[in-house]
């Protein structure tokens, strides 16, 4: 059992939409930094988003910057992220981190997160 499990991909035109979701074993999100990175095919992982544990505070890659939206959802203990507009750009597995810190500016992802094994997103022209 993995500490997260990413859901939610799938093939999806350009300019559809997907809502992927994290879900976390054996603990809950509500103490946690949450991010989504993105890694496409013979690219380094990127950070695509990064909320703050109160969800009062997000930030966004700049390539998805009024496209994603990243939201808590602490009755279903779940962390989303909505893509809308999405370009071929978008394409790759999409993976969910979480750290226990109050700010993303102090989470080191690399190093200390928990992650789960990815979900696939294929935006095709």
């Known amino acids: 059992q993995l500490p997260l499990v990413e859901s939610g991909g799938g093939l999806v035109q350009p300019g559809g939409s997907l809502r992927l979701s994290c879900t976390p074993s054996g603990f809950t999100l509500d103490n946690y930094v949450i991010a989504w990175f993105r890694q496409a095919p013979g690219q380094e992982r990127e950070e695509v988003s990064c909320i703050a544990r109160s969800g009062s505070w997000t930030r966004y890659g700049d390539s998805v910057k009024g496209r994603f939206t990243i939201f808590r959802d602490n009755p279903r203990n779940t962390a989303d992220l909505e893509m809308n507009s999405l370009k071929p750009e978008d394409t790759g597995v999409y993976y969910c981190?979480?750290?226990?810190?109050?700010?993303?500016?102090?989470?080191?992802?690399?190093?200390?997160?928990?992650w789960g094994q990815g979900t696939q997103v294929t935006v095709s022209s």
């Open positions: 981190a979480a750290e226990r810190v109050t700010r993303c500016q102090f989470a080191r992802f690399d190093r200390l997160a928990s």
